[in-house]
């Protein structure tokens, strides 16, 4: 009764404090905090109302009231911390969203839910388990494509109010003391559009007065942030020139003021030395080479009409996409110590890893557009050898069943069969065989969105730069290699034994020991181990959706 009375009074007084916010211009109620030495320590601990977010400036584009967040309180018996928290991390935002937009989750409520999921499942944090909130948010993430949402549906704003909760909770429960403050916890989710220029010198200006700082828990943030600097850096010396398209100009043996112009581009990004020669050398094309790799292309040296397009990319542009990539990495699984396997949807690359030591690399394929790859975490404790390929719904629907009704013999003459029929549509699956679209193996991590990596037949495509392809699992160019990999500690399962598990045409389950982290990320600027700086395509239009919401 008496923590019922307590959290009854601290709403009232809130909800005072928010009233009289909506009456005020933010320069008289920030006088007000300033003159009023009597305001007590746990109000200090409530950021003020933010009334310069309007609906044209807002990085959102739906507002909720502050008695529906009232009503929240009420109903669910919030305890007063997390009431001025809530409380605190709404004033920031103008009582904006901050997990939905007008046609569905934002990258951030994604993101969250991932870490939140992983938290759940393999971790020992019991206060983040939510059963109702689990399925509002299985339904909400399982819909790749926009849905409407509607500002005033009770069960938008309390799945939102809940996910905000639950992220004070976790970040409360999981992140290093002292390394998340409050005040940049409620900044994580970007409230406001902003001058790309200006965002950048507030995140490298900003100084903590016990030196601790989030990249120092974050180490491919702190990488990222170093090479921000010096895009800012940059910009502000005047940017680069751009250059002329390639033909046949930027080749051994040619020489002229275009060389020297590209050398010059070339420097200002640190990809080789200044060089005032007017010839086409080696330092030229190492620095070509060096620039082709940080792309994602094949070092040949020589530059392709979309290369130079990439060159002429405006270093403000880098900029930005440098932000929202940083926004992004605060909604990863912190890297675990052992063993990890990182595939970076936009880099069409699997990393192995054992603590710091990268293992080896291999080629991917991954998603076409339309059939995204989607980001996730997962431990994956499962080997298939000799698969069957169980055909999803969506596939049989538009292609598999068209293909039936013009060729009665199509399943027979693709090594596929019926099991059975499900809501009007044919159950088909394919069996295993070196045809299989799945190859001869495949790697389980449960997930929600039935994704998985696999061999596949179609060895060609990972000949190609960018390997966007699939149905959304993601292809691996060699798969025995992984699956020795991960059987190394298992004596019963010798490299021979893999092979023939492979060839034998009688689909066999295997767990792992020691289930391995699969971290699936989307970043489309990032640091290599060894400190270079990469760009990549965003080749689900990702970026550019965050770069509307999160620029002037």
């Not at 997930?447 to 966007?468: E, G, M, V, W």
């Not at 060894?530 to 689900?540: C, M, R, S, T, V």
Request: hydrophobic share 35%; glycine share 6%; with cysteine.
């Amino acid at each position: 009764m008496k923590k019922t009375l307590t959290t009854t009074v601290l709403l009232l007084t809130l909800l005072a404090a928010c009233n009289s916010n909506k009456n005020k211009s933010s320069n008289s109620a920030s006088e007000s905090d300033t003159s009023n030495s009597s305001t007590s320590e746990k109000e200090k601990k409530i950021s003020k109302r933010d009334l310069s977010i309007t609906a044209a400036n807002a990085y959102n584009d739906i507002f909720f009231d502050s008695i529906q967040m009232a009503k929240f309180f009420i109903d669910n018996r919030t305890e007063p911390e997390l009431i001025r928290r809530i409380t605190s991390f709404y004033n920031v935002r103008n009582y904006q969203f901050a997990w939905f937009t007008k046609v569905g989750l934002t990258e951030q409520a994604r993101g969250f839910w991932n870490l939140h999921s992983y938290s759940t499942t393999y971790g020992t944090d019991s206060t983040l388990v939510d059963k109702n909130l689990q399925k509002k948010m299985e339904g909400y993430t399982a819909v790749e494509d926009s849905f409407t949402v509607s500002p005033n549906d009770k069960n938008i704003v309390l799945t939102e109010l809940l996910l905000t909760q639950h992220f004070i909770t976790y970040t409360r429960n999981n992140a290093e003391d002292g390394y998340v403050k409050r005040k940049e916890m409620e900044r994580f989710i970007p409230s406001k559009k902003s001058d790309p220029l200006r965002l950048a010198d507030s995140i490298l200006s900003k100084k903590h007065k016990n030196n601790k700082y989030y990249e120092d828990i974050n180490p491919v943030y702190k990488a990222l942030k170093v090479e921000l600097a010096k895009y800012v850096d940059i910009v502000k010396q005047g940017g680069y020139q751009d250059i002329a398209p390639p033909g046949k100009q930027y080749s051994a043996g040619k020489s002229g003021s275009s060389i020297l112009a590209l050398k010059k581009r070339l420097a200002i990004t640190g990809d080789m030395p200044l060089d005032t020669a007017l010839d086409y050398n080696e330092a030229l094309k190492t620095g070509i080479m060096k620039f082709q790799e940080r792309l994602g292309y094949s070092p040949t040296g020589l530059l392709t009409d979309g290369q130079v397009k990439d060159l002429n990319v405006p270093a403000l542009e880098r900029i930005k996409q440098i932000l929202i990539n940083m926004d992004r990495m605060h909604w990863i699984v912190s890297e675990p110590k052992g063993q990890m396997i990182v595939v970076n949807i936009p880099e069409f690359i699997l990393h192995v890893k054992d603590g710091k030591n990268k293992v080896f690399d291999m080629n991917v394929v991954v998603g076409k557009e339309g059939h995204n790859t989607m980001m996730f975490t997962g431990n994956l404790n499962t080997i298939v050898f000799s698969p069957y390929w169980n055909i999803p719904t969506s596939i049989i629907e538009k292609e598999i069943l068209p293909a039936m009704q013009r060729n009665s013999n199509y399943l027979a003459s693709h090594n596929m069969e019926q099991t059975g029929t499900s809501g009007g549509l044919p159950v088909v699956r394919q069996l295993p065989g070196g045809d299989n679209s799945l190859g001869k193996v495949k790697f389980l991590f449960p997930n929600s969105f039935n994704i998985y990596f696999h061999d596949t037949p179609a060895k060609s495509l990972f000949a190609k730069d960018k390997r966007a392809y699939s149905h959304g699992c993601i292809r691996l160019s060699d798969p025995p290699k992984l699956a020795n990999y991960l059987l190394k500690d298992d004596a019963s399962w010798p490299s021979d034994k893999i092979d023939s598990a492979m060839n034998a045409g009688v689909e066999q389950f295997v767990k792992i020991k020691k289930p391995v982290p699969v971290l699936i990320t989307y970043y489309t600027a990032w640091v290599d181990d060894n400190g270079l700086l990469h760009f990549a395509d965003d080749i689900y239009g990702h970026d550019m959706e965050l770069s509307s919401k999160m620029f002037l």
